[in-house]
């Protein structure tokens, strides 16, 4: 059996960071970070700022990271391997280092007029700044000021160090030696591991059977706005929807996730779209046609204030009441289409008694391929687990109870097959 030593070495060894070189002398340490990083399994991808490139040299980060080493925001090849928006979500975690005033100013303000501040933008990823600068520059309002905002926005930070600086000065400023900035990585690492917990692990991904394939999913809640602070939601966390996206991405799928508002990260290799509305919702639904196949794990609100005040409504001490429409059926949508049909169209189902024939009236009268019924009577909104029944044309299967991602795994596998 592993030790736990080394199962937390393999665990890493499927984590990546985006490390971010800045210009500053303090650059050089980062050559030694990125070699104790890749000997604790942390894969290492470059990005090297202009004034970066005066301190240390492409060619040392590439030899020690050995992965390619990003530059340019507006280079024509590396916007064909792989664009800058992708490449910053393409790590767990996006590291700063040395993070300049400058750097830190402009991702305090929201700049983005080259690679490192564009990613830092961009990012859907925890990301983690090291300081580095003269001490006067360090203890200006101004750096006090983006650093707070920046904290404010999520951002964590290692150091800086007190100590004698290059420049002779003698106080804050220095960044954090490699080994106590190695510790930060991999604690804001682990931390992204609870956030994995929820959807399920990484799997390496590569060409599968779903390679070529194009799916639709729907997660989450919807939110119907009665005016401008308050509307009609549901209690759905998106957990189990983006779960069966991480499980076809898995596969090698294109996945479109369209996503009522979660607290949840974007699986990797997922494209995200957010909406709030059930209206948002189908519309983002149809723009993502044609696909092989549609999953609508979404707990869509059933109903819609009529009318959405532009003023927050004031009481009156006599109550009041509120008039709801119906939101259009986005599942029987897909599966009554006329053009652009996928060719597999599966709901879920969320009933609190009479789980099988409530499935069966609900897969014909939505006309849909297949029906992923839960029992929610004992409660599974934001649950880890969930146990789901499969109600098709052909047949009922019942599974024992799993993790949420392992019904998206398993259900990704069942997509597949009936794809091949
Ligand atoms: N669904 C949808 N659009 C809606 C309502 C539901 O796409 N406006 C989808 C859900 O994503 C799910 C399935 O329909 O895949 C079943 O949703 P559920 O809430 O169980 O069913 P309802 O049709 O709302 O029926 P009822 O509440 O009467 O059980």
């Not at 990301?127 to 003269?134: G, H, K, R, S």
């Not at 391929?369 to 029992?375: E, Q, R, T």
Request: proline residues 6%.
């Amino acid at each position: 059996m592993a030790s736990p030593a080394s199962e937390m070495e393999f665990r890493l060894a499927q984590r990546r960071i985006l490390l971010i070189v800045g210009g500053g002398i303090a650059a050089y340490k980062c050559l030694e970070l990125v070699r104790l990083l890749k000997k604790h399994g942390v894969a290492v991808r470059p990005v090297l700022t202009r004034a970066g490139a005066e301190f240390v040299t492409p060619l040392s980060l590439a030899a020690l990271s050995e992965d390619k080493v990003y530059q340019d925001l507006f280079s024509l090849t590396d916007e064909q391997e792989m664009g800058h928006i992708e490449l910053s979500r393409s790590a767990d975690l996006v590291v700063v280092a040395p993070a300049t005033a400058d750097l830190i100013g402009k991702a305090a303000s929201g700049l983005a007029n080259d690679l490192a501040s564009t990613i830092l933008m961009a990012t859907d990823k925890p990301v983690l700044v090291a300081p580095a600068m003269n001490v006067r520059m360090w203890l200006h309002p101004a750096t006090a000021r983006n650093v707070a905002q920046l904290q404010a926005d999520g951002v964590s930070f290692v150091g800086p160090d007190e100590g004698e600086m290059a420049c002779g000065e003698f106080g804050p400023g220095r960044m954090a030696e490699p080994a106590a900035f190695l510790k930060a990585i991999l604690e804001r690492l682990g931390e992204a591991q609870v956030i994995e917990a929820q959807t399920g692990p990484a799997r390496p991904r590569g060409p599968g059977p779903l390679t070529g394939k194009r799916a639709l999913v729907t997660a989450g809640p919807t939110f119907e706005p009665a005016d401008p602070v308050r509307g009609l939601t549901n209690r759905s966390s998106g957990k189990q929807g983006y779960a069966v996206a991480a499980g076809l991405a898995e596969l090698g799928c294109e996945v479109i996730l369209v996503s009522g508002p979660t607290a949840l990260p974007t699986p990797e290799g997922v494209t995200r779209v957010d909406v709030e509305t059930a209206l948002q919702m189908e519309a983002a639904c149809r723009e993502a046609l044609p696909v092989n196949a549609a999953v609508c794990v979404a707990a869509v609100a059933d109903w819609r204030p009529e009318v959405i005040a532009n003023h927050k409504i004031k009481k009156t001490g006599q109550g009041g009441v509120m008039r709801l429409v119906e939101n259009p059926d986005i599942l029987e949508g897909l599966a009554k289409a006329k053009e652009n049909r996928p060719r597999l169209v599966i709901g879920f189902a969320a009933e609190t008694d009479d789980v099988e024939a409530n499935a069966r009236a609900k897969l014909k009268k939505k006309g849909c391929d297949l029906i992923v019924a839960n029992d929610v009577s004992s409660g599974v909104f934001g649950e880890e687990d969930n146990t789901v029944v499969l109600v098709g044309r052909g047949g009922v299967e019942q599974w024992e109870t799993v993790s949420k991602a392992e019904i998206g795994r398993r259900l990704a596998a069942k997509i597949a097959e009936a794809l091949a």
